[in-house]
C-alpha cells in the first residue's frame, strides 16, 4: 500500500485537482462534503494532499459503484 502523502495544498492546487471554484469548495466543506482545510496561520489554509486523493478515489468509487447497478 502506498505511503499517504503528508504534502500540504493551498486552494489554487486544491482547484488544480477537483473542478469546483472557491466557493463551491467552502460551501460543500460546510456540508460535510469536502475535507476541512487546515489552519496554517493567520490567513493561511492548506488541505492535506491525502485527504483531498481519498476524497476523489471515493468520488470514481461511488460512480463506479453506480453504473454497476
Known amino acids: 500500500m502506498p505511503e499517504k502523502s503528508q504534502r500540504f495544498l493551498r486552494l489554487a492546487d486544491v482547484q488544480r485537482l477537483v473542478p469546483y471554484s472557491r466557493s463551491t469548495i467552502y460551501l460543500k466543506i460546510s456540508r460535510g462534503e ?10 493561511a489554509v492548506a488541505w492535506l494532499e ?20
Open 50 to 69: 491525502s485527504d483531498i486523493d481519498e476524497w476523489i478515489a471515493a468520488r470514481i468509487a461511488n460512480k463506479r459503484a453506480m453504473v454497476a447497478k
Open 34 to 43: 469536502f475535507p476541512s482545510p487546515f489552519d496554517l496561520g493567520a490567513r
